[in-house]
């Protein structure tokens, strides 16, 4: 197994950040404020990208596609939070390529 990224003393400090982020909007909010901790940079752009996926998906009509979008942004985020609260480097599926590449 290879090292941790990044410092490990960053993400002990900052994973409860890091997994607040996954709260809607509070993503931009810790990012900015926390922009110094490459391990909340790294969560918070995939929680950024959830949550502009979420805004588009609200105004679809309440339908079968709709819940099931909704459904996946949840969880996304419960993912990626559940992987931040742990201080684990995890890309969130679909999501964690395109916020970082």
Request: net charge positive.
């Amino acid at each position: 197994m290879d090292a941790p990224p990044f410092d490990q003393r960053d993400v002990e400090e900052n994973k409860d950040i890091a997994a607040f982020g996954y709260i809607w909007v509070m993503s931009c909010v810790v990012y900015v404020l926390k922009r110094h901790s490459p391990f909340v940079r790294f969560h918070a752009k995939q929680a950024m990208l959830l949550f502009a996926l979420s805004i588009p998906i609200a105004f679809i009509p309440f339908t079968l596609l709709s819940r099931l979008l909704g459904l996946c942004i949840l969880a996304g985020m419960v993912y990626g939070f559940l992987a931040a609260a742990q201080g684990q480097w995890k890309n969130v599926p679909f999501v964690g390529p395109l916020a970082h590449g």
